[in-house]
């Protein structure tokens, strides 16, 4: 019942596409734009930089928080409490990718995913910000960036989870990482545009208009 609970709050947090809010506030439909995706990425190129920057750090927070209050909340029970954790983050980003108003059409859960980041493990995330930053630098391809975070954050998951970091209890680590995986996969299955792009080298780069 904790992570059904956990899994619908998210789901609701994730209802807030912060992407879509914001263009309407400035007379513009994001969904009409671009890719046509509600996220920061596609709202950074159609609306430029501040516009982009504000609608990440939106969806970045509507997963930080939720996230937070959970680990607040289940605070005397530590062998289960970041297994909540990921289950609110997963309803968040399966709101934000999947809103049932817009069609069940939204963003693609990077922003939201980075909120889950921070509350799990700053360790993880510094690897993370660093690739991206570096990928992104190099190539100026989002979606690569993006799929390196994800595959990252698995990895750490993985990693810390099995040596004990994060307090899971044993019967409950196989869950731990499939809810981790679900997060990644989610993530590549919104990406799967993306990567046949990337594979035939026409994806598209950032700066330039779609």
Not at 137 to 145: C, F, I, M, N
Request: glycine share 12%; charged share 15%; net charge positive.
């Amino acid at each position: 019942m904790e992570r059904i609970i956990c899994l619908i709050a998210g789901y609701a947090c994730g209802l807030l596409q912060t992407g879509y809010i914001y263009s309407r506030m400035h007379h513009v439909d994001i969904r009409k734009e671009g890719s046509g995706n509600s996220g920061s990425t596609n709202v950074l190129r159609v609306m430029g930089v501040k516009a982009g920057a504000t609608v990440f750090f939106g969806d970045f927070l509507k997963t930080l928080i939720p996230c937070l209050v959970v680990r607040y909340l289940f605070r005397g029970q530590p062998d289960v409490r970041n297994l909540l954790v990921l289950y609110t983050a997963l309803g968040v980003i399966l709101g934000h990718n999947y809103p049932f108003y817009m069609g069940f059409k939204g963003g693609k859960g990077i922003a939201a995913t980075a909120g889950l980041l921070v509350a799990m493990d700053l360790r993880v995330t510094a690897v993370c910000l660093i690739l991206f930053i570096l990928i992104v630098a190099v190539t100026r391809y989002v979606s690569l960036g993006s799929l390196v975070v994800v595959t990252v954050f698995l990895a750490g998951m993985i990693f810390f989870g099995g040596r004990g970091d994060y307090g899971i209890a044993s019967q409950y680590l196989t869950e731990f990482y499939i809810v981790s995986a679900c997060v990644t996969g989610l993530a590549y299955w919104r990406h799967r545009a993306n990567i046949v792009r990337l594979v035939h080298g026409n994806e598209n780069k950032i700066g330039s208009k779609k």
